[in-house]
């Protein structure tokens, strides 16, 4: 344990819907990503690292908690959280920080804590237990909204339709027109405005823990000048896909319900229609002003980095930026995330603590999962992560080593239920239980399980980067198809809540691990 000496600050750092490719020091030909790139370069830049689930709750669950989704069972927005779970801000809290929230969690309370009638049992988008709110921004923006009226800003259109594009193209394409709000008045940029307000009124004697939670680059695609014009659509790397959305529709009854669900107007405040139904031209600029939002981001990064310089907490603040998952951006004719491909778990991560130097400006080619968060700064911290977490620190990779027993592939879990609606379930015709699939990603093999009975997926990821062709039933690949569902079921078996299954009761008492304390 640390002793006496003050602990060091925490910044936890959280980009919606970031995909892990988009970082110019990550080698993307085309985002360029400056301050993120700063960071990277008194840190170290893990280049394999996945997100555990998919949409914004079940990924940030995996995030807060250090738990798969196995174990935490956060399926869908709107799953409650089980109070009975620890996670960062309650762990930091122990510690005696006092965890403040700038932005939003996504977190689900748990009903059972609640009385009927409380009215945070009709939105997804509760406080994650232990964090102290300082500026709330949910999905309906009010907060931002009523600070753009102030600035003059006409905000009588509201949430989402304030994102439509001024003097957008009438014809239905897609234009990279900017919003009636400017760069210095997004999302990103108010948060970070109170965040740095917050900053001024710290003690310096007291370490602070910040948790600031971005909702760029999530859609709607828009953003103001002069990032709406920074990217040509032209520029960038082809699209993951096959020839047509027909086609890869048929290759797998989830991926065409996937395809036929999604929306533009989920993705476009000014669009109607399908999104398979957008060209490829329409797919480009969306891309571009994609890559534009990220450097808006990445901006607002800019500004928090030379804050905490100014307050003189940059060489006592350990920062970590990430995001909860990625982005589809046209691969496979789809937007937004979920499913089982690479483009929606494959995230950002960033980690520079001022007292790990030996590997600065290093990057990591080892898988990471973004269970490993919580015990890594609880390793940072000087505390000892619960044996029952299914993450690992990294601190070893911040020193410059190298574990040699470091899992070799990346993990995660998709659940596509919905209990409210049971769309998916009356679409496959099969229970709640059944609607989800989990991936083995290695570097050369990708294995998916479906649950329901629906068939399984297998991509050589060395000669199909793009997972198109499924070799599943291919009789080549019977043995890697049987050898990886051993592993993903083992792993399964490994990991399966481990909170009470690490203690034992014996003539001497209670032996080994019980909710979150070590008793011997």
């Given at each position: 344990?640390?002793?006496?000496?003050?602990?060091?600050?925490?910044?936890?750092?959280?980009?919606?819907?970031?995909?892990?490719?988009?970082?110019?020091?990550?080698?993307?030909?085309?985002?360029?990503?400056?301050?993120?790139?700063?960071?990277?370069?008194?840190?170290?830049?893990?280049?394999?690292?996945?997100?555990?689930?998919?949409?914004?709750?079940?990924?940030?669950?995996?995030?807060?908690?250090?738990?798969?989704?196995?174990?935490?069972?956060?399926?869908?927005?709107?799953?409650?959280?089980?109070?009975?779970?620890?996670?960062?801000?309650?762990?930091?809290?122990?510690?005696?920080?006092?965890?403040?929230?700038?932005?939003?969690?996504?977190?689900?309370?748990?009903?059972?804590?609640?009385?009927?009638?409380?009215?945070?049992?009709?939105?997804?988008?509760?406080?994650?237990?232990?964090?102290?709110?300082?500026?709330?921004?949910?999905?309906?923006?009010?907060?931002?909204?009523?600070?753009?009226?102030?600035?003059?800003?006409?905000?009588?259109?509201?949430?989402?339709?304030?994102?439509?594009?001024?003097?957008?193209?009438?014809?239905?394409?897609?234009?990279?027109?900017?919003?009636?709000?400017?760069?210095?008045e997004t999302p990103p940029a108010f948060l970070t405005g109170e965040f740095t307000r917050w900053l001024g009124e710290q003690d310096d004697a007291a370490p602070w823990f910040a948790h600031l939670?971005?909702?760029?680059?999530?859609?709607?695609?828009?953003?103001?000048?002069?990032?709406?014009?920074?990217?040509?659509?032209?520029?960038?790397?082809?699209?993951?896909?096959?020839?047509?959305?027909?086609?890869?529709?048929?290759?797998?009854?989830?991926?065409?319900?996937?395809?036929?669900?999604?929306?533009?107007?989920?993705?476009?405040?000014?669009?109607?229609?399908?999104?398979?139904?957008?060209?490829?031209?329409?797919?480009?600029?969306?891309?571009?002003?994609?890559?534009?939002?990220?450097?808006?981001?990445?901006?607002?990064?800019?500004?928090?980095?030379?804050?905490?310089?100014?307050?003189?907490?940059?060489?006592?603040?350990?920062?970590?930026?990430?995001?909860?998952?990625?982005?589809?951006?046209?691969?496979?004719?789809?937007?937004?995330?979920?499913?089982?491909?690479?483009?929606?778990?494959?995230?950002?991560?960033?980690?520079?603590?001022?007292?790990?130097?030996?590997?600065?400006?290093?990057?990591?080619?080892?898988?990471?999962?973004?269970?490993?968060?919580?015990?890594?700064?609880?390793?940072?911290?000087?505390?000892?992560?619960?044996?029952?977490?299914?993450?690992?620190?990294?601190?070893?990779?911040?020193?410059?080593?190298?574990?040699?027993?470091?899992?070799?592939?990346?993990?995660?879990?998709?659940?596509?239920?919905?209990?409210?609606?049971?769309?998916?379930?009356?679409?496959?015709?099969?229970?709640?239980?059944?609607?989800?699939?989990?991936?083995?990603?290695?570097?050369?093999?990708?294995?998916?399980?479906?649950?329901?009975?629906?068939?399984?997926?297998?991509?050589?990821?060395?000669?199909?980067?793009?997972?198109?062709?499924?070799?599943?039933?291919?009789?080549?690949?019977?043995?890697?198809?049987?050898?990886?569902?051993?592993?993903?079921?083992?792993?399964?078996?490994?990991?399966?809540?481990?909170?009470?299954?690490?203690?034992?009761?014996?003539?001497?008492?209670?032996?080994?691990?019980?909710?979150?304390?070590?008793?011997?």
């Amino acid at each position: 344990m640390i002793g006496k000496t003050r602990r060091p600050n925490i910044l936890l750092i959280t980009c919606d819907q970031w995909r892990g490719d988009c970082l110019s020091s990550a080698g993307h030909p085309v985002v360029k990503t400056p301050n993120a790139d700063a960071l990277a370069a008194e840190g170290v830049l893990f280049k394999r690292h996945y997100g555990g689930a998919a949409p914004c709750s079940p990924a940030r669950a995996c995030l807060y908690t250090g738990l798969y989704q196995m174990n935490n069972r956060v399926c869908r927005n709107g799953t409650p959280l089980d109070a009975r779970h620890g996670n960062i801000a309650l762990h930091a809290r122990a510690l005696g920080y006092d965890p403040t929230l700038f932005g939003y969690t996504d977190v689900s309370l748990d009903p059972r804590l609640l009385a009927p009638g409380d009215p945070r049992l009709q939105s997804y988008e509760g406080v994650l237990p232990g964090f102290t709110v300082r500026q709330l921004l949910p999905e309906h923006q009010k907060q931002w909204l009523s600070w753009l009226k102030q600035r003059g800003i006409d905000t009588s259109a509201g949430s989402p339709d304030i994102h439509r594009p001024v003097n957008g193209d009438k014809t239905g394409a897609v234009s990279n027109a900017p919003p009636v709000y400017s760069r210095d008045e997004t999302p990103p940029a108010f948060l970070t405005g109170e965040f740095t307000r917050w900053l001024g009124e710290q003690d310096d004697a007291a370490p602070w823990f910040a948790h600031l939670s971005f909702i760029s680059p999530h859609p709607p695609f828009i953003v103001p000048e002069p990032y709406n014009t920074m990217y040509q659509p032209a520029d960038g790397p082809a699209f993951r896909r096959a020839a047509s959305w027909q086609e890869e529709a048929q290759s797998h009854p989830y991926l065409a319900y996937d395809i036929g669900r999604q929306k533009q107007a989920r993705f476009r405040a000014d669009a109607n229609g399908k999104v398979h139904d957008w060209s490829d031209d329409d797919f480009r600029r969306i891309r571009a002003i994609y890559y534009g939002m990220i450097s808006e981001v990445d901006a607002q990064l800019g500004r928090i980095w030379q804050a905490v310089r100014a307050a003189g907490a940059w060489d006592d603040t350990i920062i970590v930026l990430t995001s909860d998952h990625a982005e589809r951006m046209g691969d496979h004719f789809m937007l937004g995330k979920g499913g089982y491909f690479d483009g929606s778990y494959h995230i950002p991560l960033i980690i520079r603590d001022p007292s790990h130097r030996k590997a600065a400006g290093g990057s990591v080619d080892r898988f990471t999962e973004a269970v490993d968060i919580v015990p890594t700064l609880l390793d940072l911290l000087g505390a000892d992560p619960a044996p029952h977490l299914d993450g690992t620190s990294l601190k070893p990779f911040l020193s410059g080593g190298s574990p040699a027993d470091w899992r070799d592939a990346a993990h995660w879990e998709f659940d596509f239920r919905s209990i409210a609606e049971g769309e998916a379930e009356r679409h496959f015709g099969i229970t709640s239980r059944q609607c989800n699939l989990a991936v083995i990603r290695t570097e050369k093999f990708k294995y998916v399980h479906f649950g329901g009975g629906l068939p399984p997926l297998l991509f050589d990821l060395e000669t199909d980067p793009g997972e198109l062709n499924n070799l599943a039933k291919h009789p080549a690949y019977l043995a890697v198809r049987l050898e990886f569902a051993e592993r993903l079921l083992a792993w399964r078996a490994e990991h399966l809540d481990q909170s009470l299954a690490l203690a034992e009761l014996t003539e001497h008492g209670v032996v080994g691990h019980v909710a979150g304390a070590v008793r011997e």
